[in-house]
């Protein structure tokens, strides 16, 4: 349901399918703490920017978060 054909994605019905213990534990694998912030990060890299922005909302409206989107760029 998340990686059809090869390719992750955020399903449009994310909202039923994430219980607060499975953003428990994609916190724990894919999320970080920034101690300058004093924020939790998610991966996110591979998601396009709808499919994060949905995500966002998603999380606010579901646990009462207040996440927003923020693009890194990454020196090379």
Do not use: Q
Not at 6 to 18: C, Q, Y
Not at 36 to 48: E, G, I, K
Not at 49 to 74: D, Q
């Amino acid at each position: 349901m998340f990686d059809p054909g090869g390719t992750k994605i955020i399903p449009a019905n994310i909202g039923e399918l994430l219980p607060a213990l499975s953003l428990a534990y994609w916190i724990a694998v894919d999320g970080g703490f920034c101690k300058a912030t004093h924020r939790v990060t998610l991966a996110t890299h591979s998601y396009t920017l709808e499919e994060v922005n949905l995500l966002a909302k998603t999380l606010n409206e579901k646990f009462n978060l207040k996440c927003s989107v923020h693009k890194i760029i990454m020196a090379m």
